[in-house]
């Protein structure tokens, strides 16, 4: 069943891949179109599905899947100095070591103030081993503000997709950025900044601007429940308040979870960004079980808000 609202699918419409616009008022009887398309796929096979859909990799998801420590791709890393690159401080590239299923998305992740790489490194490998390159970084200084983390994050996505030694592993019309605390800021800022980003997803997120309005990027806010450098009643809930009600957006507040959560492994901040990923950097409606209907509260979850379904 087709809950988000459906692209074109790039290639359905004008056969070449091409950056797509988020808005989803722009489509009326186009959408009623796919969606009758979309409601065949369930019958075919994954082959017939990746046929469909260009951007899909693995095989199908299941809550195991994308609960585990790692996904179906074994991965491989490459550190990235300072020293070889301008407009962020470097980082490291982990992404899937065969190149047997094509190019794959790509995600920059930008620590938070005062920290490094190393503070959200969990993510490098568990995010890469489902499918997409990604690159964690070190910003300039440990205290560059949320503006200048955001100008980081596309220097690095430039320097992934036209320079690095993976450029040609990476398809870069499907890109995404994410990040914690004031890197969570910049993703924002990151979003805002460049409408063609894929994914957005700001992790318990500090900026001094609680609007956002101009994002057109799919946005997936991440808060915590005892935060208190963030709070989300002054951060990560008018973040997402504040985004387009037409846009594909959701907000995750973690149940008994902090400022810093997000720096060590989490299955909840893992499976919903698989799947955020999964859906809007590669158009895999497979995902969609996970985000819609919107997940309960839990153990983990102390409040899940999102729009879906807008169609259905
Ligand atoms: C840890 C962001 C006034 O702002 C703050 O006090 C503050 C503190 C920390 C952070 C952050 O990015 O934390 C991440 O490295 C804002």
Sequence with gaps: ???????????ATSGAPGPRSHRRRRYGALTAGLAAIAGLTTTLSPSAGAAENPYERGPAPTTASIEASRGPYAVSQAS?????????????IYYPTSTADGTFGAVAISPGYTARQSSIAWLGPRLASQGFVVFTIDTNTTSDQPASRGRQLLAALDYLTERSSVRTRIDATRLGVMGHSMG???????????????????????NLDKTWPEIETPTLVVGADGDSIAPVSSHSEPFYQSLPSSLDRAYLELNNASHFTPNSSNTTIAKYSISWLKRFIDNDTRYEQFLCPLPRPSLTIEEYRGNCPHTS
């Excluded at 990235?80 to 490291?92: E, M």
């Excluded at 800022?189 to 997120?205: G, N, V």
């Design 1 to 11: 069943m087709q809950l988000f609202a459906r692209r074109p699918a790039s290639g």
């Design 184 to 206: 969570g800021g910049g993703a924002l800022e990151a979003a805002k900044s460049r409408p063609s980003l894929q994914a957005a997803i700001p992790l318990t997120a500090w």
């Design 80 to 92: 990235v100095s300072s020293l070889s690159v301008t407009g962020f401080g470097g980082g490291t």
